[in-house]
C-alpha cells in the first residue's frame, strides 16, 4: 500500500501552544489515519489548550472566527475573511482579505493572499498563496454534491492513494509559493519548495518536491509590437 506521511511534506508546529498539542506530533502520521481522526485531535488539542485565541493575533472587526477555531501567536486575519470549521492557524500565518478557511490546517508563518479558499486542506510552514487560490474538498462526480460519498484519491509513484474521505482538497508543502488564479482539488499533495505558475489547474495527483508547475499559457504566449 502507497504511503502518504505528513512528515514528508509539512512542518509540525513548533511554537509552544500548539506544539504541546495533538498538533505538535502530526507529522509521524499517514495522511488518510490523519484526515479520519482529524475532528477527535482538534477536540483533544482545543481541550489542552488555556487560550483558543492568543491575545498577539490580530482580527479584523469585518472577520468571522468559529467558536472552534485555533489562531496562534501573531496571526493576522484581514477583512471579511471567514475562518470556520476547526481550522487551525498556525504562528505567524496571514489571512489576506476576503478569503474562506474552512477546516484547514496552516503552518507557521504561512501567508493565503487574497480571496483564497481552502476546505478540508493542509498547508505547510512559509508556503505562499497568491491570490485567488481556489481548493476543492469534494468530487464534482458525486451524484449529489449536497451529500457526498465518493472517496477522493490522488496518484502517486507506483499506484492510487485512497484517502479514506469524501472530503479531502489538498496537502500543501513548506515553503511551496503559487501565482494566482489557481484551482488545486479534490486530492492534491504538492512536495516541499513547489513553485505553481499563474492558471495551473490540477486534481487527483501528487508532485514531488522542488517541482514546478505551469501552463501552456503561461510560457507560450505571443508578445508582439503594437502598431
Given amino acids: 500500500m502507497t504511503s502518504v506521511r505528513l512528515g514528508d511534506y509539512v512542518t509540525e508546529p513548533v511554537e509552544e501552544q500548539l506544539a504541546t498539542t495533538p498538533y505538535g506530533a502530526m507529522g509521524g502520521l499517514e495522511l488518510r489515519d490523519f484526515l479520519a481522526g482529524w475532528e477527535e485531535l482538534h477536540r483533544r488539542a482545543l481541550a489542552k489548550l488555556e487560550v483558543r485565541v492568543h491575545p498577539s493575533a490580530f482580527v479584523h472587526p469585518s472577520a468571522i472566527i468559529g467558536d472552534d477555531v485555533i489562531l496562534g501567536p501573531g496571526v493576522r486575519?484581514?477583512?471579511?475573511?471567514?475562518?470556520?470549521?476547526?481550522?487551525?492557524?498556525?504562528?505567524?500565518?496571514?489571512?489576506?482579505?476576503?478569503?474562506?478557511?474552512?477546516?484547514?490546517?496552516?503552518?507557521?508563518?504561512?501567508?493565503?493572499?487574497?480571496?483564497?479558499?481552502?476546505?478540508?486542506?493542509?498547508?505547510?510552514?512559509?508556503?505562499?498563496?497568491?491570490?485567488?487560490?481556489?481548493?476543492?474538498?469534494?468530487?464534482?462526480?458525486?451524484?449529489d454534491m449536497r451529500h457526498p460519498q465518493k472517496e477522493i484519491f490522488f496518484r502517486v509513484p507506483g499506484g492510487l492513494y485512497r484517502c479514506g474521505t469524501w472530503a479531502f482538497g489538498a496537502l500543501i508543502g513548506?515553503?511551496?509559493?503559487?501565482?494566482?488564479?489557481?484551482?488545486?482539488?479534490?486530492?492534491?499533495?504538492?512536495?516541499?519548495?513547489?513553485?505553481?505558475?499563474?492558471?495551473?489547474?490540477?486534481?487527483?495527483?501528487?508532485?514531488?518536491?522542488?517541482?514546478?508547475?505551469?501552463?501552456?499559457?503561461?510560457?507560450?504566449?505571443?508578445?508582439?509590437?503594437?502598431?
Fill in 77 to 143: 486575519v484581514h477583512e471579511f475573511s471567514t475562518v470556520r470549521k476547526g481550522s487551525v492557524l498556525c504562528a505567524g500565518a496571514s489571512v489576506g482579505f476576503n478569503c474562506e478557511v474552512t477546516h484547514a490546517f496552516v503552518g507557521e508563518g504561512a501567508v493565503l493572499g487574497h480571496r483564497i479558499g481552502l476546505n478540508s486542506t493542509v498547508v505547510g510552514a512559509r508556503a505562499h498563496l497568491s491570490a485567488n487560490v481556489m481548493v476543492a474538498a469534494i468530487s464534482m462526480w458525486n451524484q
Fill in 174 to 227: 513548506d515553503d511551496v509559493q503559487t501565482g494566482s488564479g489557481i484551482s488545486l482539488g479534490p486530492g492534491v499533495a504538492l512536495g516541499r519548495g513547489c513553485r505553481v505558475t499563474s492558471g495551473v489547474l490540477m486534481a487527483a495527483r501528487s508532485v514531488p518536491a522542488q517541482s514546478v508547475l505551469s501552463t501552456p499559457g503561461a510560457t507560450d504566449a505571443r508578445v508582439r509590437r503594437r502598431r
